[in-house]
């Protein structure tokens, strides 16, 4: 490793930056925007009158409603997660064997609803600057077997979504895109979720927009969203016809009628949270070894996670010691996403998951780190964690530091 390009802080002069700069309370890398309580208690006052529960009723026919108007989008399931979600939407597009072609830096969700459909998946190296399935590694790893390929928008980030079209239609491939992170982000004059087959949403209680557990399958026709809405309801037509054999996968009153409020609030959430990201750039671009990501000209952005790579022989650190001395601050920054699904026992013995087959995801997965972004962060705390960076910047190890176990 080369040597730091700063003379590296003393211990001493390491204890006193801890002293001045940790935080008093931990601050977290994400924290969900919740409803005002009143508001809430409202809709709650009218479930106990309705005593309508779960089952399309009125507060999951205004989400879906008010969802596909916010988003711009024609034909939207709601589910009650989004794990669920992609799960029914392979079944929907009957991808129930061969293979699916995906990519390893991503939440286990992606890979393993493919295992669960009995698809084998197949791990494609990702782009350097987007994080995202390469299209330029794809057409190599198509086979006899393929089906479809599963991109994922990551942290939000589109995927060069014209050219994975092209590679499928060329091929005759679905693409089912795993859009978890990209609610709200557009790409041109339309919602990134209008590309491909299908998208699926997750509004988990730790993504930019929450119904606390819950997801979505955005589709491009009414067709298939009639067909998702049947095998979310146990493939149940009638009270005397099953037409198929669904599951269960609906999204109950309580979480829609959350969800309504929520949504509310999303545009100031990604107002702050654009603000603050502001806020990390311009300071962290002034610290040698931390990469930041910029905005892409024609996408709104939603901002939904702030992720940095660390270069550990311009910061003088690597990754994982600066992960561990951001906690020293009271910083739980998240190592998104290490290990690559590739790594996991389950996958590890795939001819895809070697890492000679997935250098650039490997790199990033090494140097990833993402902090904390969230509407109700302050200025001032986001200033802080950008001192503390570039202050430590140069620094000696982790386990270097006085009074640490
Ligand atoms: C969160 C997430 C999921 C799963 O969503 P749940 O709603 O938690 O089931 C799937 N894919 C990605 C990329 C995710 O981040």
């Not at 987007?130 to 790893?141: G, H, I, K, Q």
Request: overall charge neutral; aromatic content about 8%.
């Amino acid at each position: 490793m080369a040597p730091p390009v700063q003379p590296s802080p003393e211990p001493q002069a390491l204890a006193d930056l801890v002293r001045r700069h940790r935080f008093a309370e931990p601050v977290p890398v994400t924290s969900p925007t919740m409803p005002s309580r009143e508001a809430y208690q409202r809709s709650l006052a009218r479930l106990w009158e309705t005593r309508w529960l779960t089952n399309d009723g009125e507060f999951h026919q205004q989400l879906r409603a008010s969802l596909s108007g916010y988003l711009g989008v024609e034909h939207l399931s709601l589910c009650s997660n989004g794990t669920l979600a992609l799960l029914l939407a392979l079944q929907a597009f009957r991808i129930t064997s061969g293979e699916v072609i995906t990519t390893p830096f991503t939440f286990p969700a992606t890979v393993h609803a493919l295992y669960w459909n009995r698809v084998r998946p197949v791990f494609c190296d990702i782009d350097e600057k987007t994080f995202n399935l390469d299209p330029r590694r794809v057409e190599a790893l198509i086979g006899p077997e393929t089906r479809a390929l599963m991109p994922v928008h990551v942290f939000g980030h589109p995927c060069d979504v014209e050219a994975l079209q092209a590679i499928a239609d060329k091929h005759g491939l679905a693409v089912i895109y795993d859009a978890a992170h990209a609610m709200g982000v557009r790409y041109g004059e339309r919602s990134i979720l209008e590309y491909g087959d299908c998208s699926i949403l997750s509004f988990h209680a730790t993504k930019l927009f929450s119904t606390i557990e819950g997801g979505a399958i955005v589709t491009r026709s009414r067709a298939q969203r009639v067909r998702i809405d049947y095998l979310k309801n146990f493939g149940i037509e009638d009270e005397e016809t099953v037409i198929g054999p669904g599951i269960n996968g609906k999204l109950n009153e309580f979480q829609a009628a959350f969800g309504l409020l929520q949504l509310e609030m999303l545009d100031d959430e990604i107002r702050n949270r654009q603000r603050l990201a502001g806020i990390y750039r311009r300071r962290l671009r002034e610290v040698p070894g931390v990469l930041v990501r910029e905005d892409v000209p024609g996408v709104r952005h939603n901002y939904a996670y702030f992720p940095i790579l660390v270069d550990p022989h311009r910061f003088g650190m690597t990754r994982d010691d600066l992960y561990g001395r951001l906690l020293d601050f009271n910083v739980r920054s998240r190592k998104y996403f290490y290990p690559l699904c590739s790594h996991y026992a389950c996958y590890a013995a795939l001819p895809s998951a070697h890492r000679d087959n997935l250098p650039v995801a490997e790199r990033i997965a090494e140097r990833v780190l993402c902090l904390p972004l969230y509407g109700t962060l302050e200025d001032a705390a986001v200033e802080q964690i950008c001192e503390i960076l570039a202050a430590l910047q140069g620094a000696p190890p982790a386990a270097a530091l006085p009074g640490r176990p």
